[in-house]
């Protein structure tokens, strides 16, 4: 079983910065990907940025410029930091991670509770 807690959601003015932290703890194998998603009443969850475990990097193209995902290996933490916030970035923000299991030999996904962002005119 893994855990996840996200945490620096906040509002801001835009234009602002507001930088989003994700740790992960519990029964933790070998992490595949993290990444962080949003979503918005009545929208599907949309990828915002994904990092692999060598380091890789994805970005929607909204947030190419203002957004960097980054990675702490040591403490299982993911970041995410995020500039020049518009207010159409308002949204609950998500983590994930997938992982491996080498004794079942099973992928598996897990999620955070998310963390709300708004992002005031």
């Known amino acids: 079983q893994v855990q996840l807690v996200e945490s620096g959601g906040g509002l801001v003015q835009a234009g602002g910065s507001l930088r989003l932290s994700c740790a992960a703890s519990?029964?933790?194998?070998?992490?595949?990907?993290m990444a962080w998603y949003r979503q918005t009443p009545g929208k599907a969850r949309e990828l915002v940025a994904i990092?692999?475990?060598?380091?890789?990097?994805h970005y929607a193209d909204y947030v190419k410029g203002r957004f960097t995902i980054s990675r702490d290996n040591t403490l299982n933490t993911v970041f995410l930091q995020m500039n020049s916030l518009k207010p159409e970035d308002t949204a609950v923000y998500y983590c994930?991670?997938?992982?491996?299991?080498?004794?079942?030999?099973?992928?598996?996904?897990?999620w955070g509770q998310g963390t709300q962002v708004t992002v005031s005119s």
């Open positions: 519990g029964n933790i194998f070998n992490i595949n990907t």
């Open positions: 990092i692999s475990s060598g380091g890789s990097t």
């Open positions: 994930s991670l997938d992982e491996t299991n080498p004794e079942l030999i099973a992928t598996q996904t897990y």
